[in-house]
C-alpha cells in the first residue's frame, strides 16, 4: 500500500526527484489540515461579507438577535430561526468551497491528495450538522456545538490564536465590524479587525512626549476616546490633518498612581508610556529615579488598573500595553535605563500569567524624542506601527530597524515565561 502511495505521488515529480512514504505521510497530512484551515476561511470571510452586503446581512442579522449581554437567550423560536437562516447557509456555502482543494487534486492527477483534501468537506459537515439540529431543537444540542455562545461567567480574556466565548463575545457587544473569526483568529490578524478601538476609553501616560502625542492622535484617528495622563499642570491638544484639537488631560504624580482610581475604572486600554532616561548617570539618586519612574509606578499603574477588571465586559475589552523598550534585549547605551526597563519588562513577563486582562508589550527601538534626541524613528510612524500591530491581535508589538530584536525578543520572552511557570506558583 505504501509503494503504491509511493508511486502515485511520485508521478509528475521531476525526473529523478522522489519522496519517502513518511514525507508522502507528512504532505497528506499537511493537505489534509489545510483544507480544514481553508473551509475556516470560506466561512470567516462569509462573515465579513455578511457584514458588507445587506441581502446577506438580513439573514445574518437573526444571529445577532438572539442574545443578551449575558450571553443567555432572547427566545428559543428566534435562536433555532436564527440556525436555519444564518448557520445553515454558512455551513453549506463553507461545504461548496471546501470541495474545491479536493477538485484541484484531482484535476491534477494526484487523487491521493484529493482524498486527503476531503477532510475538509467531512469537517464541514459537522457544522453543517450541528446547525441543523440546533435549527431542529434537538435537546442539549447547544450545549455540544455552540460552544462560543454559552451563558455564565469568563474565565479568560479573549485568546490570541483560537476563538473562545470572550473572543467572539466581542464580536456581539464591543463591535459588529471586527471579531469576524469562528475558530481560529487568522483572519482578524489579517483584516486588522481583531481589536477594535472605536468608542474605547483609551488613557496613555506620558502624554506630553513625542510618543505619547503620537499615540493620542492616532488613537483618536481610529474612533477612540483619548485621555492624556501627563505630569504637566495644563491641558493638552493633539495637531491632527492641521487642526488642533483639546485632549481631556488629567495631571498626576508619580508615587500618587492611586489617586487615579476612580479614573481607571472608566478606562478601557492604559497605555503605560511614561518614563525617564538618566543617561550615563550612576549616582544613587539616579538610580532611584530610574527605577520609582520606568519599574514601580508602572508596576503600580498595572496593578492598580488589573483590579477593576471585574465583570465579563471588561475582561473582554480591557486591556494594558506597556511600554518596555527594546532595552529589554538589547543595549541603549544608558545603562540605568536598560536595568529599569529590563527590570519592569520580568515582572510584567510574570504577572502576564495571572492577568485577569489581555496584557501587551510595546517594544520599540530608538525613536526620536525628548529621551532620546538622537533616536532614528519618527514618534508618529512608531505609534501608527503600535496601533495596527495592536488591531492583528500582537501580544508584543516590535517596532525597531534591529532585526535582531525580531529573534531575540521572542526567545526571551519564552524562555522567562516558562521559567516563571516552573518556578512560581499562583496563590
Not at 532595552?327 to 536595568?339: C, D, H, I, K, R
Amino acid at each position: 500500500m505504501f509503494n503504491a502511495m509511493s508511486n502515485n505521488l511520485n508521478d509528475g515529480l521531476p525526473y529523478g526527484l522522489t519522496l519517502t512514504t513518511l514525507q508522502h505521510l507528512t504532505l497528506l497530512s499537511a493537505i489534509a489540515l489545510g483544507s480544514i484551515l481553508w473551509v475556516e476561511i470560506v466561512r470567516d470571510l462569509y462573515h465579513v461579507l455578511a457584514h458588507l452586503w445587506s441581502p446577506l446581512g438580513r439573514l445574518h442579522n437573526w444571529h445577532h438577535r438572539v442574545f443578551r449581554p449575558d450571553l443567555s437567550v432572547m427566545s428559543e423560536e428566534i435562536y433555532r430561526k436564527a440556525h436555519w437562516y444564518n448557520d445553515v447557509p454558512e455551513a453549506l456555502v463553507m461545504l461548496t468551497c471546501s470541495f474545491l482543494p479536493g477538485l484541484a487534486c484531482w484535476m491534477g492527477g494526484y487523487p491521493l491528495a484529493a482524498a486527503a483534501a476531503s477532510v475538509g468537506s467531512l469537517y464541514t459537515l459537522t457544522f453543517l450538522g450541528g446547525a441543523i439540529a440546533r435549527g431542529a431543537g434537538v435537546p442539549q444540542m447547544d450545549e455540544l456545538t455552540d460552544l462560543t455562545h454559552r451563558p455564565g461567567p469568563f474565565t479568560t480574556y479573549p485568546s490570541h490564536w483560537r476563538v473562545n466565548r470572550t473572543y467572539h463575545w466581542r464580536h456581539h457587544f464591543d463591535d459588529q465590524k471586527a471579531y469576524y473569526c469562528g475558530t481560529f483568529t487568522l483572519v482578524d490578524r489579517l483584516l486588522g479587525t481583531a481589536l477594535s478601538l472605536k468608542g474605547k476609553t483609551i488613557a496613555v501616560t506620558g502624554a506630553s512626549g513625542s510618543l505619547g502625542q503620537a499615540l493620542l492622535k492616532e488613537l483618536q484617528g481610529q474612533g477612540a476616546k483619548v485621555i492624556a495622563l501627563t505630569s504637566q499642570d495644563h491641558p493638552l491638544t493633539i495637531t491632527r490633518q492641521g487642526e488642533t484639537l483639546p485632549v481631556k488631560t488629567v495631571t498626576w504624580k508619580i508615587g500618587e498612581e492611586e489617586a487615579l482610581q476612580s479614573l481607571l475604572e472608566k478606562v478601557d486600554i492604559l497605555i503605560l508610556n511614561h518614563g525617564v532616561n538618566v543617561h550615563q548617570q550612576r549616582s544613587p539618586q539616579a538610580i532611584a529615579t530610574a527605577y520609582e519612574v520606568n519599574t514601580f509606578s508602572v508596576l503600580r499603574l498595572m496593578e492598580l488598573f488589573l483590579t477593576t477588571v471585574k465583570t465579563n465586559a471588561q475582561i473582554a475589552t480591557k486591556e494594558v500595553w506597556i511600554n518596555t523598550s527594546e532595552a529589554e534585549v538589547n543595549p541603549a547605551f544608558s545603562p540605568l535605563y536598560e536595568l529599569s526597563k529590563r527590570a519592569i519588562g520580568e515582572l510584567i513577563t510574570l504577572r502576564r500569567l495571572d492577568a485577569p486582562c489581555v496584557v501587551r508589550k510595546l517594544i520599540l527601538g530608538p525613536f526620536k524624542s525628548n529621551l532620546n534626541p538622537v533616536g532614528i524613528l519618527s514618534a508618529d510612524w512608531v505609534a501608527q506601527q503600535v496601533v495596527k500591530a495592536a488591531q492583528r491581535d500582537s501580544r508584543n508589538i516590535i517596532v525597531t530597524i534591529n532585526p535582531l530584536t525580531f529573534l531575540a525578543f521572542p526567545v526571551k520572552e519564552f524562555l522567562t515565561s516558562w521559567y516563571f511557570r516552573l518556578f512560581t506558583r499562583r496563590t
